[in-house]
């Protein structure tokens, strides 16, 4: 069962409907036409509606999806046969065949393209020029049988007038070497004669449109097809087909073929000929016959490269040998009307003949030698004309219907066998199956002395009156009894048959009546002698060598040729041998609609061409014992999810047991049969129970893969993510050592280095620590040099450097000069006015027995405003227990002190003045202003509130330091505000009283 396609398009087998019946099989037919599926199976045979429609369906993507696949792995199509034939071919060393059969414009010859396109496509890998060349040949040698053997019918633009059938050989790597074409029955009536709406082979107007003037010229004829007799009917008819570009077209192939210049002139040549024998008209002087129109005999012995005397001879008399003599026969217009219309029939199939001789030649396998080059083998196509039955059927009617009769009867029998075949090989009990066995007609028809065919030769050759009612008689009397046929004189009651003309057969598709007329004629097939000698004895090799039975004289000419009816018998049963010699695979093709639509499916009609193909038969035999069978292990596959014992491997001893474990377990027993290999189940309905079920589960299935194959994707990416970290963790850690290690080899020796390691570069640190080593190393540098530095330190020097930590902490950044660099001294009066030192440091030394205190913290010249506004000269002497206002001018006498837990804060502004509020708890604020300081210009605010600060620390005390400006302060319980202002030409500083307090004017520049 092709599979891959749901069942709203049908059943893509028709051994699968419920029951077979016609109305089942044309509702599925109908079905699957609507929705676009032109094809379907019956098993393996391809059942192909034409679509009248342009199918995207043989492109290269849909020739990649069938190739090397099994039949039933994709839906229906011709590519699927095609490689089926092919593997088998390739694989098994198989002849095989393809039957192409249907009526006309059912799409036979479309389809016989399609499977050699999908054979070319997928031959030749290693583009070997040899089987390219082969391959192309093949191809166009279509294109050329098409123009000959084509014409416009009013069933088909383009039906093929004759039966094809083609061997494809193929060397033991599978690649195409060459072919062989047989060609049947070309429809050569058609050159002289075609129904209304109907052309002649396409051949003459391609040669008419399409040929340059100088060859029109040269052939004596001319564009207008309505002024040649013979094809003046269809001359007129307006087709899609481009007479004009095909003519180039088929020239071009021949030239590709390898037709030589010469012979395609004479190709043209015979055409011309024709056309003009056609205008040939006869008449009588006395009794005499003479040609009419004698201009045309001369340009008939032109193109025949004959004598022009001959010509004129051939065409009217006949030579009889009457024992020895010979004597010249003259015919009446009559007869020389039948001679001219014989010989442009006979020409015209030589010429086709000769064309598809040329054809095999060229294509014909060649230097092969089995024993080098492996066994040679075959895929034959062929493409022949279905059954037809029309209003009036005659002889080739017969013949093609007899060709059906045996082409049905070989397949009914090959498919049997097959079936036989394949029970007997898988063990399973032949069940004997009744269906129509068609032996009886084709015996009818061909059967020596009894068959129609001997009936109507012996009617040929009755030496009396030869006519048609004769054959007819003979066919009563001889035929009588025979179940299958009949006619008026048989049972004369039926009126659908004329009396003395018509006679029917029961053919296993239905019932045909034919008519006799033109029967005798048809298979004698008459050319006279004359003209077979006229064309040997023509000047042109090429012409002459289509005829080389004229070499014969009339007196040695002694059997009668074989009749038309024998030869095809004779070529229908080689074929049909040749057939069953290998293994065969069908495409049966239907045409839905007369009209060309791609929408129209009229039931009938089809109906009609089911009936007449046999499908139901097809249906019924292949259905007879069972509707599906397949090889254990592909089974499995595709059901072994519907059981637990089989899903998703089963431990069973064979993939035959477990198929049984897997039916059992589903109820199907009863319904299957288990062959050695396959499995046969016996009803549709069982197959879709299972079908419907696989369906389910592979929802599921779905479900369950998803599932595990995301949480495999989690997991793959987990495993990534996780490496990845591992890999980054080794690297940062690798780049923190390389760090350490760095950092450790630089610093190694930086205690016995004499800044210890202040110049040292820190190497730079990787990424990860670059957050950390700010403060973590860089930091823990600096403590520890800190550290390193100030362990070393005196107490005197410890406190220094507190003071200034202290004095950094509070006015960084706030006072440009903060005096850091330099020693701070604090006890300035001792240094800067060495003429007074011995008298401060007298007061020192008392004021230190009288009050106590440990140490000066600072002292300093200073200048401050008195009670009366006035600015004046003093000093302040700073303890660690008071602030002492000295008089300098008086031996430094201590003019008023503070104690020092009386000092709250310090003001201060942020210029490079030294003003210094000091303010107290009793408001009363002390201002001053630094000064006669050596260096004159060596500022000592930093170092002063340092000291202070320091001090209050280690007192645990808060001091706090205000920097503003204008300074707010409160001098005997007043506030004032005392704002610094640079004076040019100021010598010292000097207060000046404002209105808010007071102005300390400093000098500036
Ligand atoms: N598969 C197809 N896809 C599209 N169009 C198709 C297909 N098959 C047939 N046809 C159309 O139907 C026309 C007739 O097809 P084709 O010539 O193959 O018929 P045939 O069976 O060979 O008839 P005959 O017996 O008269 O030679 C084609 O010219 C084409 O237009
Ligand atoms: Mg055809």
């Known amino acids: 069962m092709a599979e891959h396609e749901s069942l709203e398009f049908g059943k893509a087998d028709f051994v699968l409907l419920d029951t077979v019946s016609m109305e089942e099989f044309m509702a599925n037919l109908k079905l699957r036409f609507e929705k676009g599926r032109i094809y379907s199976y019956i098993g393996e045979v391809v059942v192909s509606v034409n679509p009248y429609r342009a199918m995207n369906i043989y492109g290269r993507d849909t020739i990649e999806q069938y190739k090397g696949r099994e039949l039933y792995e994709r839906p229906p199509h011709l590519f699927a046969i095609a490689d089926a034939a092919y593997k088998a071919m390739k694989r098994r060393n198989k002849d095989t065949c393809i039957v192409i059969s249907g009526e006309s414009g059912a799409g036979k010859t479309e389809a016989s393209k399609y499977i050699m396109q999908y054979i070319a496509a997928i031959t030749n890998p290693n583009q070997r020029a040899e089987v390219e060349r082969v391959k192309n040949m093949l191809l166009k040698s279509n294109c050329v049988l098409e123009a000959f053997g084509n014409a416009k019918t009013n069933r088909n633009d383009n039906s093929s ?16 070497i060459g072919g062989h074409i047989n060609n049947y029955l070309l429809e050569k009536s058609r050159v002289i004669f075609q129904q209304e709406g109907e052309r002649s082979f396409h051949s003459f107007y391609q040669l008419l449109s399409g040929a340059p003037d100088s060859l029109l010229h040269s052939l004596h004829i001319k564009k207008d097809p309505k002024a040649y007799t013979y094809i003046k009917i269809g001359g007129q008819i307006k087709t899609s087909i481009n007479d004009n570009a095909d003519f180039k077209a088929v020239a071009d192939a021949m030239k590709v073929i390898g037709f030589t210049g010469d012979e395609i002139q004479t ?39 004959t004598k022009e005397e001959n010509v004129e001879k051939a065409l009217l008399y006949r030579t009889v040998a009457t024992g020895r003599d010979v004597i010249e026969k003259q015919h009446t217009t009559q007869e020389a009307s039948y001679g001219r219309d014989a010989l442009a029939k006979a020409m015209y199939e030589r010429l086709f003949c000769w064309i598809v001789g040329r054809i095999n030649d060229i294509i014909e396998v060649k230097n092969y030698d089995a024993r080098i080059h492996g066994k040679n083998t075959v895929i034959g196509v062929l493409d022949i004309y279905g059954f037809e039955i029309f209003q009036n059927n005659s002889f080739e009617q017969f013949c093609i219907n007899y060709c059906n009769e045996k082409l049905q009867q070989l397949f009914i029998q090959l498919v049997l066998k097959q079936e036989q075949e394949e029970y007997q090989r898988e063990g399973i009990p032949w069940k004997h199956i009744d269906y129509f066995n068609n032996q009886i007609i084709v015996d009818l028809v061909e059967q020596q002395h009894k068959g129609i065919f001997s009936i109507l030769d012996e009617a040929c050759m009755n030496v009396g009156k030869v006519t ?24 004369p009651t039926d009126k659908s048959l004329e009396f003395d003309r018509d006679f029917r057969i029961r053919h296993y598709a239905g019932d045909v009546a034919y008519s006799v007329v033109g029967f005798i004629d048809k298979n004698k097939d008459t050319l006279f002698q004359d003209f077979k000698r006229l064309l040997y004895n023509s000047s042109n090799p090429v012409l002459k060598g289509m005829w080389p039975e004229g070499k014969l004289r009339i007196t040695e000419v002694t059997k009668r040729p074989l009749t038309a009816a024998t030869l095809f018998k004779n070529s229908m049963i080689l074929l049909v041998e040749n057939l069953a010699s290998k293994e065969p695979y069908y495409v049966r093709c239907i045409k839905p609609n007369d009209v060309k639509s791609p929408l129209l499916f009229e039931h009938e009609r089809c109906r009609h061409q089911v009936e007449y193909l046999g499908l139901l038969e097809n249906v019924r035999v292949r259905r007879a014992g069972f509707a599906y069978r397949q090889t254990y292990p592909r089974f499995l596959q595709r059901y072994k999810m519907i059981s637990e014992f089989t899903w998703p491997n089963h431990d069973l001893p064979s993939d035959k047991e477990a198929v049984k474990k897997l039916l059992q377990g589903c109820r199907f027993d009863h319904d299957v049969a288990y062959g050695k290999t396959k499995v046969f189940i016996r009803t549709p309905r069982t197959l879709f129970s299972l079908e419907e079920q696989r369906a389910e589960m592979v929802q599921r299935i779905i479900l369950f893969l998803q599932k595990v194959w995301r949480g495999a994707l989690a997991r793959r990416r987990y495993r990534r993510m996780r490496a990845a970290l591992i890999i980054l963790q080794a690297y940062r850690r690798y780049k923190v050592k390389s760090y350490i290690r760095e950092v450790n080899r630089r610093f190694k020796n930086v205690q016995s280095m004499k800044d210890y390691g202040r110049h040292v570069k820190w190497p730079t640190p990787p990424k990860v620590l670059r957050v950390f080593s700010s403060w973590i190393f860089l930091d823990a540098s600096f403590r520890w040099w800190a550290w390193t530095l100030i362990k070393g330190l005196s107490p005197e020097e410890t406190l220094q450097v507190r003071a200034k930590v202290a004095c950094l902490e509070a006015l960084k950044s706030q006072r440009a000069d903060l005096g850091l660099q330099r020693d701070w001294e604090g006890n300035y009066l001792k240094r800067d006015s060495p003429d007074t030192a011995s008298s401060f440091t007298l007061i020192s030394s008392m004021l230190q027995r009288k009050d106590k205190f440990m140490r000066v913290l600072f002292s300093c010249n200073v200048r401050k405003i008195n009670r009366f506004h006035k600015t004046e000269n003093r ?26 837990y009386n000092v709250t804060g310090m003001s201060i502004s942020s210029g490079k003045d030294q003003l210094v509020v000091f303010h107290t708890k009793d408001s009363r604020d002390l201002v001053v202003c630094l000064q006669g300081m050596v260096p004159a210009n060596e500022s000592r605010i930093g170092e002063l509130v340092g000291t202070l600060l320091s001090h209050f620390k280690r007192l645990k005390r808060k001091l706090q330091v205000n920097i503003a400006s204008p300074i707010q302060c409160s001098m005997n319980g007043r506030k004032c505000t005392i704002i610094v202002e640079p004076k040019i030409n100021q010598s010292q500083p000097d207060f000046t009283k404002s209105r808010s307090g007071y102005i300390l004017n400093v000098p500036g520049n």
């Open 468 to 491: 048609d009612e004769v054959f007819l008689q003979g066919l009563d009397v001889k035929l009588a009894k025979h179940a299958h046929f009949s006619s008026r004189k048989l049972s």
């Open 875 to 900: 000093a302040v002497l700073i303890t660690d227990r008071h602030l002492y206002k000295m008089d300098p001018l008086r031996q430094y006498k201590p003019m008023k002190s503070i104690p020092l």
């Open 161 to 176: 007038r004759f039966g094809k059938y083609m061997d494809i050989n193929f060397d033991f790597k599978g690649d195409p």
């Open 267 to 305: 190709v043209y040549k015979i055409l011309a000929t024709i056309l003009h024998l056609g205008n040939l008209t006869f008449g009588v002087d006395g009794d005499v016959t003479l040609i009419e129109n004698t201009k045309q005999v001369s340009v008939i012995r032109d193109l025949l490269s």
